[in-house]
């Protein structure tokens, strides 16, 4: 680096430094100084953001048929819930355990895994956001046990409560607004680059449901994160999804940048207050006691995949459902209808699946009694 770059580059980074430390609300200020302060942080903004460009404008392009394929052997899925997204893997009971990874493995079981991580909490503060190595080497290491067992695995970024504007988990630190969308694209360079020689049966996921903050900012922020991911992985299948959580509802707003091997996702719980009745984590609780599946309730599910097919047509992408599933306290018989009605209505419509979740409150297995639920195995995955 040639003496006066160094320069530049000191003089800038005290500058975000300080642009993190000052307040943003520096309009009380009077007078040219605090004019001088604004502009000059508005400056390092626009420079830093501008270190990840998005993808290159262009028409739209037709999906490849490696991505169509892998769409296709996701198959009957499962995620890894209430493991890596929590804030600490432990902290909400449930680790990545042999024993999870050796059901996996299991005949009939399933084709594919999704794999939830909240890398925020295990990254640096800073607009480099730094992941720590020793949970990079053990989300590695799953990762390659997992696709040891021969299924495609979607590896994802999950709960980075602070980018969707919600509130922090336990455990988690707050960082500066300034660095938030940084330290997103920070991290997936560093997970693209980590992961850039994995098999094509690795599948990236940019986000998951993103919401709040987010609505407005989705687009230009995911067509960022691909162009960090392509540098990279050029030809790696890479999923998105719209936001709202993830909803069908929200697809008409989603705007793809033109690249062959990105897919779509959407997330299902519909009807809602008969998927989360009882669920702790909701305010108010929802009454428990609610039966599926009424004509209304079925209509509304069948309206919402067929939003999801039509969308999936005019994108001119493959879509899956990343999530769907009835939580524990639901009447047991209607939990299974629910499942069932929703597994008819995902094959009619070619659409593959991953189950929310293995081994919590929605689980189709019982850590506790260290067997699966055969009711719901069954009405998911067949005897």
Avoid at 102 to 114: A, H, T
Wanted: charged share 20%; net charge neutral.
């Amino acid at each position: 680096m040639q003496p006066i770059e160094r320069r530049r580059l000191i003089q800038r980074t005290r500058t975000s430094l300080l642009c993190r430390v000052v307040p943003r609300a520096l309009g009380w200020m009077v007078g040219l100084a605090g004019a001088a302060m604004i502009a000059a942080c508005n400056g390092v903004l626009s420079q830093t953001i501008e270190a990840y460009p998005p993808m290159p404008a262009g028409p739209p392009v037709p999906v490849s048929a490696a991505a169509q394929a892998r769409v296709q052997a996701l198959g009957r899925g499962i995620n890894f819930g209430n493991m890596l997204e929590a804030p600490r893997e432990g902290a909400w009971g449930l680790r990545v355990e042999d024993k999870f990874i050796d059901l996996v493995g299991e005949p009939g079981f399933v084709q594919s895994v999704r794999l939830p991580v909240r890398w925020s909490a295990h990254a640096s503060a800073d607009a480099a956001a730094t992941i720590d190595p020793v949970f990079f080497a053990r989300v590695e290491d799953v990762v390659q046990r997992l696709s040891a067992k021969g299924v495609t695995v979607v590896l994802n970024m999950h709960h980075y409560r602070q980018l969707d504007g919600d509130a922090m988990d336990e455990g988690e630190t707050i960082v500066a607004p300034a660095v938030l969308e940084l330290r997103f694209l920070a991290m997936w360079r560093q997970i693209a680059r980590r992961f850039a020689h994995a098999p094509p049966s690795l599948v990236f996921e940019l986000y998951n449901e993103p919401h709040g903050r987010l609505d407005k900012r989705w687009n230009d922020l995911l067509s960022r994160a691909l162009h960090v991911v392509r540098e990279s992985n050029p030809d790696r299948v890479v999923v998105v999804g719209p936001v709202t959580w993830n909803s069908p509802t929200a697809l008409p707003r989603l705007v793809l940048p033109p690249d062959p091997n990105l897919v779509l996702t959407v997330h299902l719980y519909e009807p809602f207050t008969f998927t989360h009745q009882g669920a702790e984590w909701f305010k108010p609780a929802l009454p428990v006691g609610v039966d599926c599946c009424d004509a209304a309730q079925r209509r509304t599910m069948d309206e919402l995949l067929d939003q999801t097919v039509r969308e999936a047509a005019r994108l001119g992408r493959p879509a899956f459902v990343g999530e769907f599933g009835a939580y524990g306290k639901a009447p047991p018989s209607a939990r299974i209808a629910y499942v069932r009605a929703m597994c008819e209505g995902m094959a009619q419509r070619g659409l593959p699946w991953m189950y929310w979740e293995l081994a919590a409150g929605f689980g189709v297995y019982d850590p506790a009694a260290g067997r699966f639920r055969d009711d719901l195995k069954q009405a998911l995955y067949g005897p």
